[in-house]
């Protein structure tokens, strides 16, 4: 039997996440680690030697990651937050070119939460009102969280709805809580609830290193965790 050859790997983003990433990887079997990539080294070199690379940066360093990931052809996992209007046109430009995943939570359980989520709204249909609620720890800065807006936007988008004004968002911020989200659908008769919680952010990065692996030899396309589970396209 031929043992598989692991994949070389580049992370970018030296944060918590990053460095989270780079430790399971070098741990694995499937991946060896090739580098992590922060502001002044050269990545040029780090991902001309990478099968797939791994964005954790930050929005302002994204761009610079999609020009070189381009300019090698090598596939991309982007779990950054925050990125502007022009910057997911970037990952949508170059998702023409290369295949990636972008998802703003690459938690396992909230693609289930997800596949989930849509089928119960476009059964139950609109007459019963939606709410998402996110508790997050106290340092994070966007509220709604970027999953709930896409479960909110997943969910309006099953029930044929053009926006989320008929979504409900609460968020709340305390302690260091990694994240917990729940989606309660309820008419005047009855309720379903729907719940997350993440008690330790390695999910995320089991995640992303699921989808690093996933991407590979993929056709050009910009892919979400969705397809990395249910493989939909």
């Not at 909230?110 to 609109?126: D, E, K, N, W, Y």
Request: hydrophobic share 45%; aromatic share 6%; with cysteine.
């Amino acid at each position: 039997m031929i043992a598989r050859k692991p994949k070389a790997i580049v992370i970018t983003g030296a944060g918590r996440m990053g460095q989270a990433i780079a430790a399971s990887a070098e741990q694995s079997q499937d991946f060896r680690l090739v580098g992590i990539w922060q502001r002044g080294a050269d990545l040029d070199e780090l991902v001309s030697a990478a099968d797939v690379v791994v964005d954790f940066s930050l929005p302002e360093a994204t761009s610079q990651v999609i020009d070189i990931v381009l300019r090698h052809q090598k596939p991309l996992v982007c779990g950054v937050s925050g990125l502007d209007d022009a910057q997911i046109a970037m990952l949508d430009a170059a998702a023409e070119r290369i295949p990636l995943v972008f998802d703003r939570n690459m938690s396992l359980g909230i693609a289930v939460l997800m596949q989930s989520v849509r089928v119960a709204a476009a059964s139950l249909g609109p007459e019963f009102d939606v709410g998402v609620f996110e508790v997050h720890h106290i340092h994070k800065k966007d509220s709604p969280s970027g999953t709930a807006l896409k479960l909110g936007e997943a969910i309006a988008a099953s029930r044929g709805e053009s926006g989320t004004g008929s979504v409900r968002f609460e968020s709340e911020r305390r302690g260091e809580v990694p994240g917990d989200h729940e989606v309660v659908m309820q008419s005047a008769t009855e309720k379903l609830t729907f719940a997350h919680s993440v008690t330790t952010r390695q999910v995320f990065v089991d995640g992303a290193l699921r989808a690093a692996g996933w991407v590979v030899n993929k056709a050009p396309g910009r892919y979400s965790m969705q397809d990395v589970l249910f493989d939909q396209r």
